[in-house]
């Protein structure tokens, strides 16, 4: 630049005019950039509208992941709980009657899981109680007197009821 153009641009003359076209130039520009605003807003609308149906999409598609997740887990903790507390239902429920006297439940176990293995224990342990009462009942035979010549039963002597498991061959 020369020295003497450097001196027009300091001048307050020239500062004006320069001033003066950049608001015309500015106002161009602004014009430029409403224009171009306006040919370009319907694109992006249509983009963000378009991101932001995706996203409400995958939303939507995580929440139903969720609930089925949900249905199923609450579907087999169910399952589960019914297949371990219906046999401890009934486990209870012969110990209520072993607590009585009764030592004749039937218990049904199906399976070998751990639930059953405690029923099938239960019925032996019943089994050997049943037996175990029935020897103390009728230990030896001094002990019973015959009911009658023609019976194989014998009747403890104590209760006078019949020995259930006991026969004899006299």
């Known amino acids: 630049m020369s020295s003497e153009q450097r001196g027009n641009v300091l001048k307050a003359e020239h500062v004006e005019i320069a001033t003066a076209d950049v608001r015309n130039a500015e106002g161009k520009a602004l014009e430029a950039i409403d224009s171009m605003h306006d040919a370009v807003r319907p694109t992006l609308v249509a983009v963000e ?13 995580q929440i139903s992941v969720v609930g089925a997740l949900t249905a199923i887990a ?22 209520g009657r072993i607590a009585a006297g009764d030592f004749s439940s039937r218990i049904e176990a199906p399976g070998e899981d751990e639930p059953s293995q405690v029923l099938h224990a239960l019925d032996g342990m019943q089994s050997q109680l049943r037996m175990q009462l029935e020897s103390e009942r009728c230990p ?23 020995c259930a498991s006991v026969r004899t061959r006299w």
């Open 74 to 95: 609450i579907f087999l903790a169910t399952v589960m709980t019914r297949l371990i507390v219906q046999p401890l239902r009934q486990a209870i429920e012969v110990f």
């Open 140 to 162: 030896t035979r001094s002990a019973c007197s015959r009911t009658s010549s023609s019976s194989t039963r014998r009747t403890c002597a104590s209760e006078r009821e019949p």
């Open 49 to 61: 509208t378009a991101r932001m149906h995706d996203e409400k999409m995958q939303r939507l598609a």
